[in-house]
């Protein structure tokens, strides 16, 4: 059973954004009536690893939450020997995703743990998968969190990064952002939770222009990148070591 999101549905004095339990209960309402094409992306997501999968290698999910994203890859992996690592610094998340991944049955090992991307060691990594994460992490530790996933990637391997980004001039992004708004509204949200959420999350979470993402990914040595789905300021892109 999944539970409304009515987080911000009472007039409040908004606090900064945080993944804790409150949010834990209400996460996947939340996430599929804020984030549009959600599902397909997963989905998507699932697919790209099965295509990228390497045998004897680690599949990471970056900021896993309840771990649709590892579900999906473990959904479509076919090659022999693969481990999937989920992490997320939030342990009211870790814990739900622990019973959650419990509720699916799988012959893929599965580690879920509680851990800070910045501090994470990657190793042996075929595919990665940052799936809306990036965006919260400061913008001074970006360029080395992405320069260690590189690092530790198998040739061929490929990272997977879903984000909400910045339109390169403020004319186009109030255009997206009104977009998104709309799509929200269309969800349920009155104007006061999209007002309210959008005081919580402008602190915590800075997104990037789709300009400065391939930079820093080409910067790092990706040798290509490809935007494979954007709906309004929601990108999903995949990097190829
Ligand atoms: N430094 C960090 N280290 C580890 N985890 C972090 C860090 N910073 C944030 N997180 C975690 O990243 C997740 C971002 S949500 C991902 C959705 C998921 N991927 C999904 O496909 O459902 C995106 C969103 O809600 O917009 C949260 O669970 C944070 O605790
Ligand atoms: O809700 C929003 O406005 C978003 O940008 C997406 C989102 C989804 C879940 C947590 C934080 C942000």
């Known amino acids: 059973m999944t539970i409304k999101d009515s987080i911000y549905a009472s007039e409040q004095q908004v606090k900064d954004f945080s993944f804790d339990q409150n949010v834990v209960e209400v996460f996947p309402d939340m ?5 549009p094409g959600y599902a397909t992306i997963v989905s998507t997501m699932g697919k790209l690893a099965g295509e990228y999968a390497q045998s004897n290698s ?10 649709a994203v590892t579900l999906s890859m473990r959904r479509n992996i076919r090659t ?31 580690t879920v743990t509680l851990g800070d991307i910045n501090e994470l060691e990657i190793q042996n990594a075929s595919v990665v998968a940052m799936n809306f994460t990036l965006q919260f992490i400061p913008h001074a530790q970006r360029q080395a969190v992405l320069a260690k996933i590189y690092a530790n990637l198998k040739p061929g ?22 977009l ?4 929200k509204r269309h969800n ?18 800075r997104p990037d222009t789709l ?21 309004f300021n929601f990108c999903s892109m995949v990097a190829i070591k």
């Open 188 to 205: 349920g949200y009155s104007e006061l939770e999209i007002s309210q959420k959008r005081t919580a999350i402008e602190n915590v979470m």
């Open 80 to 110: 022999d020997n693969c481990h999937i690592i989920a992490v997320d610094n939030s342990q009211a998340m870790v814990e739900r995703c622990k019973v959650h991944l419990q509720g699916f049955k799988s012959d893929v090992p599965v």
């Open 157 to 178: 391997g490929v990272l997977l990064l879903s984000e909400k980004i910045k339109a390169e001039n403020e004319q186009c992004d109030n255009l997206l952002i009104d």
């Open 58 to 67: 680690n599949l990471y999910d970056l900021g896993c939450s309840l771990g």
């Open 31 to 35: 996430i599929q009536r804020s984030v």
């Open 211 to 231: 300009s400065a993402h391939f930079t820093r990914l080409q910067d790092i040595g990706f040798s290509q990148t490809q935007v494979w789905y954007q709906c």
């Open 180 to 183: 998104h708004h709309d799509f």
